[in-house]
């Protein structure tokens, strides 16, 4: 017989399936759909410091750095929108008959905003929890995982990293992300 440590779940809490992943030029403009493929990690990190007088007796504490970072996989080969995630790295031409991506010698990387949107129906209603980083980068080119035309699901997949760094130009304590969730 199964032990239940808790007498009672809220299931409206509880978050189901992958993410809309989207990015914009800043959290206030149009944000660009990435296609289908799914959010494969995200994470909150920060390293602490610690410093101590020598005469006194307690250490002060705090953040050093502070990031949030996160992974995803593209199935779709769009020139246009694998240009634009890539934060300037490359540059793509789509014409009516052929879409072409350009790289090499770019210099800068644009930072970008980027919002993972999931989207749940609960009891009719729709639930959505929404993460929006204000200021990231991507960490790595294109990176193409290719399966055999006889595996039992061949889809190809590019592969990205983002980092993302505080925006000091909004309020402190509000310059990463903000995760918005719908109650019901």
Not at 1 to 18: E, F, K, P, W, Y
Not at 43 to 71: C, M, R, V, W, Y
Not at 161 to 184: F, H, M, R, W
Request: a negative charge.
């Amino acid at each position: 017989m199964a032990l239940h440590q808790n007498t009672s779940t809220d299931s409206d809490r509880i978050v189901l399936g992958n993410y809309k992943m989207e990015t914009a030029p800043s959290a206030a403009g149009t944000f660009v759909n990435l296609g289908a493929g799914q959010l494969t990690s995200w994470a909150h990190q920060f390293e602490k410091f610690t410093t101590q007088a020598g005469n006194a007796p307690d250490p002060l504490e705090g953040i050093a750095t502070e990031t949030a970072s996160f992974g995803f996989d593209l199935l779709e080969y769009d020139a246009s929108v694998l240009s634009v995630l890539q934060c300037g790295l490359v540059s793509a031409v789509v014409t009516t008959s052929l879409s072409t991506i350009n790289a090499g010698g770019n210099t800068v990387l644009t930072h970008r905003a980027w919002r993972l949107t999931n989207t749940r129906y609960i009891s009719g209603t729709t639930v959505q929890t929404i993460i929006t980083m204000y200021r990231g980068v991507i960490d790595n080119g294109m990176s193409l995982v290719s399966k055999s035309d006889n595996d039992t699901d061949p889809m190809n997949a590019y592969q990205f990293s983002v980092t993302c760094e505080l925006d000091s130009t909004l309020t402190v304590g509000s310059q990463l992300y903000n995760i918005a969730k719908t109650e019901v």
